[in-house]
Antibody, heavy 117, light 113 residues
Framework: EVQLVESGGGLVKPGGSLRLSCAAS????????MNWVRQAPGKGLEWVGR??????????EYAAHVKGRFTISRDDSKNTLYLQANSLQTEDTAVYYC????????WGQGTLVTVSS | DIVMTQSPDSLAVSLGERATINCRSS????????????LAWFQQKPGQPPKLLIY???TRESGVPDRFSGSGSGTDFTLTISSLQAEDVAVYYC?????????FGQGTKLEIK
C-alpha cells in the first residue's frame, strides 16, 4: 500500500524557514517523480515544484512564486522527499501535500504551514 | 502559463442523474509526438487530500468507479459522472501536466439537488 506521510509543518513568523519532509513507503521511491502541491485555507490547488528520479536526470522544477525561496530535494536511501522553505510570507500559509508521479497519482494527507506574526 | 478554466463553479444534480464538468485550457495540452493529452481530473472531499480520477484525459485510475469518465482533446475537456451517487459530493479539479507550471482549474463544487 502506497503511503506518503508529511511532517514538519507549523507556525512560523514572516521571513522564517521550515523544512518539510515526506516519508514514502509501498512503492519504489527512487523510481518516482515527486511533487509538492499546496492548498491555502478554503482555496484551490497550487503546484509548488517537482523532482524527477535520478534515472530520469533528477531535474528539479519550481513554480515562479517559490523559485529562489524553496528548495526540493530527495534522499532515496531514506525514501524521503524534502521541501526547504525559506523567506516565508503570509501568502505561503497552506496545507502542503507530497504527491507522486507525472500525473499526481497519489497524495499524502498534508502538513499545515501557517505564516503569521 | 497555461490557464485552466472550469465551468460551472458549482453544480447541483439529483441523485442518479448525470453531472458534467467542463475544463478549458488556454493552450493545447495535446503532445503531438505521442498523441496524449496531459490532462488529469481530481476529486477532493472535505478534510481529505485530492484523489486522482482520470489521467491522459480519459484513462480511469485503478479503483475509480466506471460512472466517472473523461473526454476531450486539445483545449476542451469534460468530466462526466453518469449517475450521481451521494458519495460523489466533492470539489472537482482539472489539471494540466503538459508544461511548467502544472496548473489546476479553480474547482467545481458538486452538490446534491
Amino acid at each position: 500500500e502506497v503511503q506518503l506521510v508529511e511532517s514538519g509543518g507549523g507556525l512560523v513568523k514572516p521571513g522564517g524557514s521550515l523544512r518539510l519532509s515526506c516519508a514514502a513507503s509501498g512503492f519504489i521511491f527512487s523510481n518516482a517523480w515527486m511533487n509538492w502541491v499546496r492548498q491555502a485555507p478554503g482555496k484551490g490547488l497550487e503546484w509548488v515544484g517537482r523532482i524527477k528520479s535520478k534515472a530520469d536526470g533528477g531535474t528539479i522544477e519550481y513554480a515562479a512564486h517559490v523559485k529562489g525561496r524553496f528548495t526540493i530535494s530527495r534522499d532515496d536511501s531514506k525514501n524521503t522527499l524534502y521541501l526547504q522553505a525559506n523567506s516565508l510570507q503570509t501568502e505561503d500559509t497552506a496545507v502542503y501535500y507530497c504527491v507522486t508521479g507525472q500525473y499526481f497519482d497519489f497524495w499524502g494527507q498534508g502538513t499545515l504551514v501557517t505564516v503569521s506574526s | 502559463d497555461i490557464v485552466m478554466t472550469q465551468s460551472p463553479d458549482s453544480l447541483a444534480v439529483s441523485l442518479g442523474e448525470r453531472a458534467t464538468i467542463n475544463c478549458r485550457s488556454s493552450q493545447s495540452v495535446l503532445y503531438s509526438s505521442n498523441n496524449k493529452n496531459y490532462l488529469a481530473w481530481f476529486q477532493q472531499k472535505p478534510g481529505q487530500p485530492p484523489k486522482l480520477l482520470i489521467y491522459w484525459a480519459s484513462t480511469r485510475e485503478s479503483g475509480v468507479p466506471d460512472r466517472f469518465s473523461g473526454s476531450g482533446s486539445g483545449t476542451d475537456f469534460t468530466l462526466t459522472i453518469s449517475s450521481l451517487q451521494a458519495e460523489d459530493v466533492a470539489v472537482y479539479y482539472c489539471q494540466q501536466y503538459y508544461s511548467n507550471p502544472y496548473t489546476f482549474g479553480q474547482g467545481t463544487k458538486l452538490e446534491i439537488k
